[in-house]
């Protein structure tokens, strides 16, 4: 049972929610365009996590067969629930256990910088029929701000991030997450190396901001409350990574302050009061053949 992902680093909820809306199908035509995979058959996704995009990826070739690995139990479980007809399963990246030759795409999202490059690269090559596509997307730059009633801080905010944020980006780099970051210029090239012909690279803007009169009230709600479900998760994660340093009373006592915020920013959305929070990311899509 490997749980250190969903445990330590990103929760269930944040990812299941973040990329809902980073791949809702509002965004679709902008995917498709870049993907070009229409009329392919097998589709492998790499650390699926919760399972997201695979749910996306169903709904816009739902001819396809969509398969997901992920090394972590929790999140397969979780996208084995959500939607029972996409077949998920606890895997490796680095060790695949499909024959060769068996998908037509693979694809993934944020995992590359997290795999050592010739066995993200070479084990995909491996399980891909001659001609099929791979396809690597990552989030690059992007804008990241929070709502300025999500943004001030109480006395016991500030006492507490004081006494444990230290500790506990020294805890996060022990479990070496981004160890093989590469820029938009180090990617195409290494993906060359192992292969891939045709290589080309799109960027894709991703623009949730909730006052924005183009996004529905539910849409919007959606987007406060994945922030919101993201703070809570990367409070639950303190438990795991930084436990002799809190208690269970101050993990309820920070949720209620931010879940009080978070409560406070949809009323103001609900009463017209606009604080243009937003979460810009620029997406990039990298795209090889076999
Ligand atoms: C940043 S998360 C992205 C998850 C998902 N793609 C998403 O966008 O929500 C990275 C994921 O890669 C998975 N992962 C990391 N190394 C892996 C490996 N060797 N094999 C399978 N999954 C792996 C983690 O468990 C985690 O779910």
Not at 185 to 197: D, R, S, T, V
Not at 199 to 227: C, G, K
Not at 271 to 281: F, I, L, P
């Amino acid at each position: 049972m490997n749980t250190i992902w969903s445990d330590c680093i990103q929760g269930i909820d944040t990812l299941n929610l973040t990329r809902a809306l980073r791949f809702s199908d509002i965004f679709r035509e902008k995917y498709q365009r870049a993907f070009q995979i229409d009329g392919r058959k097998d589709i492998l996704e790499i650390g699926c996590g919760p399972g997201a995009l695979c749910r996306s990826l169903n709904r816009w070739y739902p001819e396809a067969n969509i398969y997901g690995i992920d090394r972590d139990s929790q999140f397969i479980e979780f996208a084995r629930q959500e939607a029972p007809y996409i077949s998920f399963s606890e895997d490796d990246a680095t060790h695949l256990s499909f024959e060769n030759e068996r998908f037509d795409v693979t694809i993934s999202n944020t995992v590359q910088e997290h795999i050592e490059p010739a066995k993200f690269f070479g084990e995909q090559y491996r399980v891909l029929k001659k001609g099929g596509v791979c396809l690597v997307l990552s989030a690059r730059k992007g804008i990241n701000i929070s709502a300025p009633c999500i943004l001030e801080k109480t006395e016991f905010e500030r006492e507490f991030y004081r006494r444990t944020d230290e500790a506990c980006e020294k805890a996060l780099r022990d479990y070496n997450i981004c160890s093989y970051p590469m820029n938009e210029a180090e990617l195409p090239l290494e993906m060359g190396k192992y292969g891939f012909q045709n290589i080309s690279t799109e960027f894709i803007t991703v623009n949730l901001t909730p006052n924005n009169p183009e996004y529905s009230p539910e849409m919007a709600h959606a987007m406060i409350d994945a922030n919101r479900r993201s703070v809570l998760d990367s409070i639950e994660n303190l438990k795991h990574i930084i436990p002799d340093l809190v208690t269970p009373e101050e993990i309820e006592t920070l949720k209620k302050i931010k879940n009080e915020k978070y409560d406070r920013r949809i009323s103001l959305y609900d009463a017209g009061v606009k604080q243009w929070d937003t979460n810009m990311s620029l997406i990039m899509v990298l795209r090889g053949i076999k």
